[in-house]
Nanobody, 119 residues
Framework: QVQLVESGGGLVQAGGSLRLTCAAS????????IGWFRQAPGQEREFVGL????????NYRDSVRGRFTISRDHAKNSVYLQMNSLKPEDTAVYYC????????????WGQGTQVTVSS
């Protein structure tokens, strides 16, 4: 019953910034872990980062650490992915997903939002 909707994607030049939003409806994130993933054309979906809703802890893949920041807004039931210093290799469809803390699999997925970084 959890629905996730990503927004904020678009076209940006290399070195620019975008902020993606993952908004939940139907229920709150409560005890969930919220992950960000991306998939470029012809490539497998890859993990970008995550935030643990309850304690605000985060984790990032090495290639985005220091450039991307995940944050939360309890009042808006939203999670944000702030992307700075974007590179053409960041071009992908970005997805947010939710799972119960402690579970292996992510149970809920959004439809994705396109991020295109031009050189």
């Amino acid at each position: 019953q959890v629905q996730l909707v990503e927004s904020g994607g678009g076209l940006v030049q290399a070195g620019g910034s975008l902020r993606l939003t993952c908004a939940a409806s139907g229920r709150t994130f409560s005890s969930h872990v919220i992950g960000w993933f991306r998939q470029a054309p012809g490539q497998e979906r890859e993990f970008v980062g995550l935030i643990v809703w309850s304690d605000h802890s985060t984790n990032y893949r090495d290639s985005v650490r220091g450039r991307f920041t995940i944050s939360r807004d309890h009042a808006k039931n939203s999670v944000y992915l702030q992307m700075n210093s974007l590179k053409p290799e960041d071009t992908a469809v970005y997805y947010c997903a939710a799972k119960i803390s402690g579970k292996v699999e992510y149970d809920y997925w959004g439809q994705g939002t396109q991020v295109t970084v031009s050189s």
